[in-house]
């Protein structure tokens, strides 16, 4: 920009563009604001990762109680509770005549054939759906638990089945699960239990670690 002077026109030093300075980011600025947005990501992640967990817990807790109450009307019709099951249940209780799927006296007699890659923590919460099932008011009551708490899988991911008496026709091995995919567990001692008792290992899917199970108590 020309200004007159004295001697003439003379051009002004630091015009418009001259005033103005580069207020672009700093590095600095830059990694400060980068680690502020990558905190409040994990605290969202974080809420998320708790209200999802919540929720299963709560569906959790749900299907144990459609169950108890399931059992409940299975002892109405039978005058007692679903065979014995004492820790641990296994496959070799399930496959004796005198325990596993037999001990309601309701017709199924005889060894039950499973396949070899039969897990044996799935075996009690097979037999109490088998049973649960097989009584009226009781399948009306699990036949309203999400289906996402109901298999018929494997280890492998194929469907389980059974004989029983040798009968040529296969039946579904059906059982509970949790909502992290293990199977419930049902026991029941006849001597000192009072009532059954229904458990989710919870999240981390062992039952010896009984912070996080979920159970019928």
Do not use: C
């Amino acid at each position: 920009m020309w200004i007159q002077g004295r001697s003439g026109y003379i051009r002004e030093s630091g015009g418009m563009n001259g005033r103005i300075k580069n207020r672009g980011f700093s590095l600095l600025e830059i990694i400060a604001v980068v680690a502020v947005l990558a905190i409040l990501a994990s605290l969202v992640v974080g809420v998320g990762r708790r209200l999802r967990e919540q929720a299963e817990e709560g569906l959790a807790k749900g299907a144990i109680k459609v169950i108890m109450l399931a059992l409940d009307e299975y002892y109405k019709f039978h005058g007692q509770y679903p065979f014995e099951a004492i820790q641990p249940y296994g496959l070799l209780e399930l496959q004796k005549n005198d325990d596993g799927f037999d001990g309601t006296n309701d017709g199924v007699d005889g060894t039950v054939d499973t396949p070899l890659s039969h897990d044996d923590l799935y075996s009690s919460s097979e037999a109490l759906f088998y049973f649960l099932d097989n009584t009226p008011n009781s399948r009306g009551l699990i036949g309203a638990i999400s289906a996402t708490l109901i298999t018929n899988k494997g280890n492998n991911g194929l469907p389980l089945t059974i004989t029983i008496n040798g009968s040529p026709s296969a039946i579904d091995l059906v059982r509970f699960i949790d909502p992290w995919g293990n199977s419930l567990r049902y026991t029941y001692n006849r001597a000192t239990d009072t009532f059954p008792l229904i458990e989710s290992a919870g999240l981390d899917g062992d039952f010896t670690t009984v912070g996080d199970n979920i159970t019928s108590k």
